[in-house]
């Protein structure tokens, strides 16, 4: 009996000591261990995932070519992917599909700030490190945020280029993409405290949705302006619902008394800004967002964020923290029809 249990305590020693030993060189013993040990080295072996909040439009191809310029630099294998239209529920569906690959890190750009919430937690309980770019999820989603630029700036911005050309008083139309996105509902947050504070003749009359889409912007434009001509300007909070409004304009026959300033690439609206059914773009470059995305992810697998240090981002230099949980890329540009040809995104 006594050699019996003897035997039968070595042998599970013996799987003990396998087990362990499987762990330490290929990540753990178990269904989710790989993830957690590839999340922690950030080597070569290493996947990141970057989620943008749809694939098919000019923004996204250049935030996926920084991406994929910064996946070079660092010899590091990037997937670039995305839902075809700005969905949560089509996220949701990447993710669970990276924590199953067992990507390293993911980062995101939220389509619903609390929707992704458990997707993403679910990569983190894996073992993935999580981030958000371009548009912030809740905080309990991810570790650390990569902000293009302050949405106050952001929304200082806009306002200021309205104001210069539609003057300080009147009512202002703002089509966005969806009512919960989260990144255009603090851009609009952050124009109504500036105007409150610095331009009270200032009204927004209405903020409409357009699915990220430029025909639907356009008809949520062409039905608002028919119901109401005097109208002083259209801000639009995506590519799509500036060049959306701005055929809009076109087909009313409203000439440059009414501007339409918004966020968007300068490649995307070349034709509006060059016809001047559009007046000007506030943005930052995309590219130097999707490249930065992928420094963060490998920093974060690699356990070397450094609050005090910043992050170290290749050619954008040393990118520094606004606060414990976000790190800032820049200051944001305007692009208007005399200098749009100067960028190439």
């Not at 003990?16 to 072996?45: D, E, I, P, T, Y």
Request: net charge positive; glycine share 12%.
């Amino acid at each position: 009996m006594h050699t019996r249990r003897s035997a039968r305590a070595s042998r599970v020693t013996l799987v003990v000591m396998v087990c362990v030993l499987a762990a330490v060189l290929a990540g753990g013993c178990g269904s989710g261990g790989g993830g957690a040990a590839n999340a922690s080295n950030g080597g070569k072996g290493c996947t990141y995932g970057v989620l943008p909040k749809a694939v098919g439009n000019q923004y996204w191809a250049a935030v996926g070519k920084g991406a994929r310029e910064a996946a070079k630099a660092l010899d590091v294998k990037v997937d670039y992917n995305g839902p075809t239209s700005a969905d949560a529920a089509g996220q949701t569906e990447f993710i669970d599909s990276w924590i199953q690959k067992k990507y390293c890190a993911i980062s995101v750009s939220a389509n619903d700030p609390n929707a992704l919430v458990p997707a993403l937690q679910r990569a983190a309980h894996a073992g993935i490190k999580v981030s958000t770019f371009d548009a912030d999820t809740a905080k309990s989603a991810r570790a650390v945020f990569l902000n293009q630029v302050t949405f106050a700036g952001v929304g200082q911005t806009l306002v200021d280029e309205m104001v210069k050309r539609a003057g300080d008083q009147g009512t202002f139309l703002v089509v966005t993409s969806t009512l919960t996105a989260p990144n255009q509902s603090q851009w609009i947050d952050e124009m109504k405290k500036y105007i409150a504070a610095k331009y009270p003749g200032v009204k927004i009359g209405a903020i409409l949705p357009g699915q990220e889409d430029q025909a639907k912007s356009r008809d949520v434009a062409l039905g608002y302006l028919r119901a109401h001509p005097n109208t002083a300007g259209i801000w639009g909070m995506t590519d799509a619902a500036v060049s959306g409004p701005a055929e809009a304009k076109k087909q009313l026959g409203i000439k440059k008394t009414m501007p339409v300033i918004g966020i968007g690439p300068p490649s995307c609206c070349k034709t509006v800004l060059a016809d001047g059914s559009a007046d000007a773009l506030v943005l930052w470059n995309p590219v130097d967002l999707g490249y930065a995305t992928v420094y963060l992810e490998k920093a974060q697998a690699e356990g070397k964020l450094n609050r005090d240090q910043g992050l170290p981002a290749g050619r954008l230099g040393t990118l520094k923290y606004i606060s414990d949980d976000t790190i800032l890329l820049g200051k944001p540009a305007v692009f208007t029809k005399s200098n749009m040809d100067d960028f190439d995104f």
